[in-house]
């Protein structure tokens, strides 16, 4: 799968950011899709996700609970991610992923991450 994303840009803390993942095959053949970030110096992690298009579940890290929101457009083959009153602890390279999912700690993100297909990510900067 060809995942393109875009829509990154600097912002001020609580601004908002809509960020898009273009994705080149049909939702209904990809198991799980998210949305990752990685900031400077730390490890890649999870933002949000969605599996089960008939009957989405979605979930979200508890560090963007109530500000984030993953949607998607089949008619369209892109994943979208509505970011709200963005901080600067949000400030990284936003990835989308499609692969298998991995379910386990509860949550179903795209994974193992050597599994999935990765775009080139969209760099968020939230400054004080």
């Known amino acids: 799968v060809q995942l393109v994303e875009s829509g990154g840009g600097s912002v001020q803390a609580g601004g908002s950011l809509r960020l898009s993942c273009a994705f080149s095959v049909y939702a209904e053949s990809i198991a799980c899709m998210g949305w990752f970030r990685q900031a400077p110096g730390k490890e890649r992690e999870r933002v949000a996700s969605i599996v089960d298009y008939s009957d989405p579940r979605i979930s979200y890290a508890d560090s963007v609970k109530g500000r984030a929101t993953i949607s998607l457009d089949n008619a369209k083959n892109t994943l979208y991610l509505q970011m709200n009153s963005l901080n600067p602890e949000d400030t990284a390279i936003y990835y989308c992923?499609?692969?298998?999912?991995?379910?386990?700690?509860?949550?179903?993100?795209?994974?193992?991450?050597?599994?999935?297909?990765w775009g080139k990510g969209t760099r968020v900067t939230a400054s004080s």
């Open positions: 992923g499609a692969g298998p999912c991995d379910c386990s700690g509860g949550s179903c993100y795209p994974g193992p991450y050597e599994y999935n297909d």
